[in-house]
């Protein structure tokens, strides 16, 4: 038994949770979000709180329990503060830009690369080197982003790249000008 799928769900005021032929729905102030749930799983909401409970004993089953719990979770609290990512770029001449619901990056190509929002993600820029990428479900905010990161992934010799905000890259030494052996 999963020790995370045993703790309850704390639901925020203004958050209502809805189970119904194997679909979570979690609304909120901030839209309404849905879960498909497999398994011998049942999702109980009583009050202020949804217990995520086993009905069965299979090994998917236990696998399962603290998933479905985590993410009903994050779906809360997606529903009532959302989720922010934050990418930095890094590089010289390197710009982004919004244009309508798409970001223009200029990272060092011959052309610039337009980026379209998805849906249910929208797209903020500090500046001209700071990504903001935000929305309410966590796995679609966290791909957008990941996907934009991959455009020019980070390289330890000068930094350049797209990375995380709170990323840390190892940076190594170049070449020495020593003298191969002979």
């Known amino acids: 038994m999963s020790r995370i799928g045993k703790l309850p769900v704390h639901l925020p005021a203004g958050v209502s949770v809805k189970y119904e032929n194997g679909t979570v729905t979690v609304k909120g102030p901030k839209g309404v979000l849905t879960q498909q749930i497999s398994g011998d799983i049942d999702i109980k909401a009583e009050g202020a709180e949804v217990h995520v409970l086993t009905t069965g004993d299979s090994e998917g089953t236990n696998a399962k329990h603290g998933l479905y719990r985590a993410l009903i979770q994050n779906m809360v609290t997606g529903v009532t503060e959302g989720y922010t990512v934050t990418l930095i770029v890094n590089g010289v001449g390197w710009k982004v830009a919004k244009s309508g619901k798409k970001l223009v990056l200029n990272i060092g190509f011959s052309h610039p690369i337009e980026f379209p929002e998805p849906e249910g993600v929208t797209f903020g820029v500090n500046g001209d080197k700071e990504i903001t990428v935000s929305g309410i479900d966590k796995t679609v905010v966290g791909q957008t982003a990941a996907n934009i990161r991959k455009l020019r992934l980070p390289e ?27």
């Open 156 to 182: 330890p010799y000068h930094g350049y790249g797209i990375r995380y905000n709170d990323e840390v890259i190892e940076r190594k030494e170049g070449k020495t000008g020593g003298k191969g052996k002979k």
